[in-house]
């Protein structure tokens, strides 16, 4: 199994960014995903998930109105599309996949900096 974000960087506050994760090694379309990140001194958060189809999505409160969750079964990609950001959404975001209701992998994460 390996996942593989990109998309991360730095951006004022107000702003967005696309994050994107590429899978490979399993069976893309048979797994729910998720994204979590983690803050700078802080334990990890979970931010969002969806299910194999994408047609069923859910946020943490703290992200719900401002991201979307998406993927591409056909290009093996989850999708993060981040608007409104907040210094406090600065973290390390991760994929992963959901096993059994676990986070069963996860990538090497990439770097979301909000600042002005």
């Known amino acids: 199994v390996q996942l593989v974000e990109s998309g991360g960087g730095m951006v004022q506050p107000g702003g967005s960014l696309r994050l994107s994760c590429a899978a490979s090694g399993f069976t893309f379309s048979s797994d729910d995903m998720s994204w979590v990140r983690q803050a700078p001194g802080k334990g990890p958060e979970w931010v969002s998930a969806i299910n194999t189809g994408g047609g069923s999505t859910y946020y943490a409160d703290s992200v719900k109105g401002r991201f979307t969750i998406s993927r591409d079964n056909a290009k093996n990609t989850l999708y993060l599309q981040m608007n409104s950001l907040k210094p406090e959404d600065t973290a390390l975001y991760y994929c992963?996949?959901?096993?059994?209701?676990?986070?069963?992998?996860w990538g090497q994460g990439t770097l979301v900096t909000v600042s002005s």
């Open positions: 992963a996949r959901v096993e059994k209701g676990a986070l069963d992998a």
